[in-house]
């Protein structure tokens, strides 16, 4: 039994050792199977070796067996010997057109730069040994396979080098295709260099460098933007199609529809052959790169401008029309682009000259598919216009202006190019602005005032009417209106204020004032009478010409409170239309304070009355009742 278990021992210590052995061999390794590149391009065999001993820094040693050679070995490069290569491969080793690139101290590639028909063989990397004892394998074969080349690419139509206007539509026209017996793909990328002049690389070899991809069809013919242009392709601003051409080419069509100022560069369409490796793995194989052109793009603030007229200063009579005119000047008549056109306002004044601060307000804009929409002040629709003249000329006008039609003026174009119906968030390409027009009205010397009192008459009190009137007038030449307004503010709570006493004073805290008032009632300058509060029933007339009543009927204690009137000038322009002359005066408050009834007085001391006499008999009651009970108990205690 022992001798079995000892003999099971010895077993697995060799296994285990043979194990650990094995796995510390040196290791040689290449790509499998046999690799196919195209003559006249790259080509980087790489090789790594692991399980070895000694420096990290391995050496490597690369030898081909030409397939015409019947098999005889060649140096290629060493990373030990510059003596190595053979004599066809000297002079192609000292220019660097073949040589070894170390990735790290165990891995290198072999690069040959531009790979010939007679490096056609079989390649094998060689390690030469650093270990103690000769285990595993030093060196690993690759077969190479050259096939000519066919990659073909031209363009039918190159940029001309003019200035494009931007928001313009460029279209860009490559054809490309490979006839090769092996299982190849093709790829075709449009691109655009950040600076510089092109390379003009119309054959084998050579990368570009500072490009930017703009779209590419890969090699399993699917459509990729480039970084930087996805948002574009989203929106459908930049398409790729593959239409079937001519000679076994196949044309791809880039088209751009809205330039940008960013576009500007140098144009170029590359061609990629790719292969599957035998490990499953896409190689690029051959490239080439076709200069399409230069494309500038000129930007549209450097030839937009926006005029209007009347310029300067435009002085008018009330109710006179009033007409301004925008053009739009510099935009290109190639690119179909969307306007949103805007007239602008800031400033209103009274008086006879017109004041450029305050807020800008729009008055009116045509909108890109010819909506016309008004601004803040919505009567102007029906006393307005805002029409497209002719291509690029636009006219507002104003029927009968008004005083608060004066102020500073200007138009306002918002341009979208290449976009002639643009989308609700779509931002603007550019926005420039006309310089101003400043419109003055000569308005007539208007004095208002307004008076209110509250006729003498009994004490009001709750539940009577409230009667107030108010005298305004209204001095000025021509037709006049006064547009009369009631409002009234809370009665602040009485206080007492600190005297001279020798009793200590009583001081009420002040409740908050409500300073805000609050619009009770109207009559309009037409004659139309509104009403604003809901809690009474209040009504407003005009008495004579310059007298004017309110009422408050069936008053509650929420009506009492401080009644002033507003008095507003109207008046009346020569084509019959009413305006706001912007003159107003305020009345005196009159304090309205309404007294409890006779009814309401009367019934306090008979509330108190009843009250005290249900008290006096419930008293009386209970005593009476329980001084009969104790009589009745101490009698039957007696018994």
């Known amino acids: 039994m022992r001798t079995m278990m000892a003999s099971m021992k010895t077993a697995l210590f060799v296994f285990v050792h043979w194990v650990i052995h094995y796995a510390v061999c040196r290791d040689v390794t290449l790509p499998t199977g046999t690799l196919y590149r195209v003559a006249g391009f790259q080509v980087s065999l790489p090789c790594s070796v692991s399980g070895f001993e000694g420096p990290r820094t391995q050496e490597f040693e690369w030898f081909l067996y030409r397939d015409d050679a019947a098999g005889r070995q060649m140096g290629v490069v ?34 040959i730069q531009r790979l010939r028909a007679e490096d056609q063989g079989k390649y094998e990397c060689y390690t030469p040994s650093t270990d103690t004892t000769y ?22 139509r190159s940029l001309t080098g003019q200035p494009v206007p931007e928001g313009a539509e460029l279209t860009l ?84 529809k ?14 990629s052959q790719w292969i599957r490796d035998p490990d499953r793995s896409w190689q690029k194989i051959a490239q080439r790169t076709l200069d399409i052109g230069n494309l500038t793009v000129q930007q549209l603030a450097e030839s937009l401008s926006i005029t209007s007229s009347p310029r300067g200063e435009v002085t008018l009579q009330i109710g006179s029309p009033l007409i301004l005119t925008c053009e739009v000047l510099g935009m290109p008549s ?20 017109a004041v450029a601060g305050g807020v800008e307000v729009e008055v009116a804009r045509m909108s890109p598919d010819g909506v016309v929409s008004w601004g803040d002040d919505l009567s102007r629709s029906s006393g307005g216009s805002m029409e497209k003249v002719s291509e690029g000329k636009y006219s507002l006008k104003l029927f009968s202006a008004r005083p608060l039609d004066s102020g500073v003026y200007r138009c306002v174009v918002s341009v979208y190019a290449g976009r002639r119906n643009p989308g609700p968030s779509t931002p603007a390409t550019h926005t420039q602005r006309s310089e101003g027009v400043t419109v003055n009205l000569k308005t007539k010397d208007v004095l208002v005032s307004a008076v209110a009192q509250l006729p003498r008459g009994p004490l009001l009190k709750r539940g009577s009417t409230i009667t107030l009137i108010c005298t305004a007038t209204v001095t000025t030449t021509g037709p006049a209106q ?39 009632a109207a009559l309009m300058y037409d004659g139309v009478s509104k009403i604003y509060t809901n809690t009474s029933e209040v009504s ?9 009543r309110l009422r408050v009927h069936t008053a509650t204690m929420e009506d009492q409170g401080m009644y002033a009137c507003h008095a507003e000038a109207w008046g009346q322009d020569p084509h019959g239309g009413w305006y706001n002359t912007g003159t107003r005066a305020e009345s005196n408050a009159v304090t309205v304070y309404l007294y409890a009834r006779a009814a309401d007085l009367l019934l306090i001391p008979l509330v108190v009355g009843v009250s005290s006499a249900l008290f006096v008999g419930i008293v009386i009651i209970a005593t009476v009742t329980c001084c009969f009970m104790k009589r009745l108990a101490r009698q039957r205690a007696q018994k």
């Open 540 to 548: 407003i007339d005009r008495l004579s010409a310059v007298s004017y």
């Open 173 to 256: 026209t490559c054809s490309a295709g490979i006839q090769s017996e092996q299982l190849t793909h093709l790829s075709v990328t449009f691109g655009k260099r950040s600076g510089g002049e092109g390379t003009g690389s119309n054959g084998a070899g050579g990368e570009v460098s500072n490009v930017r991809e703009i779209i590419s069809i890969d090699k399993m013919l699917g459509i990729v933007p480039g970084r930087g242009y996805k948002k574009r392709y989203d929106d459908g601003e930049i398409t790729l199609e593959k239409r079937n051409g001519e000679a076994g080419l196949a044309v791809y069509v880039m088209k751009m």
């Open 482 to 520: 006064a547009q009369v307004q009631w409002l009234r503010w809370p009665i602040p709570a009485p206080f007492i204020r600190r005297g001279q006493s020798t009793t200590p004073d009583l001081t009420l805290p002040a409740p908050p004032v409500d300073d805000k008032p609050r619009v009770v």
């Open 78 to 111: 060493s990373t030990r010997d510059k003596g190595f290569p053979y004599a066809p491969f000297q002079p192609r080793v000292k220019n660097g057109e073949v040589r070894v690139e170390r990735d790290s101290g165990d891995k290198v590639q072999l690069v």
């Open 258 to 271: 809205m330039v940008q100022p960013d576009d500007t560069g140098s144009y170029f369409c590359e061609a």
């Open 334 to 353: 190639d690119v179909n682009s969307g306007l949103l056109v805007q007239w602008m306002k800031r400033g209103s004044v009274s008086s006879d000259t």
């Open 135 to 156: 285990q595993g394998n030093y060196s690993a074969t690759v077969a190479v396979k050259v096939i000519p080349d066919t990659l073909q690419i031209s363009y039918t």
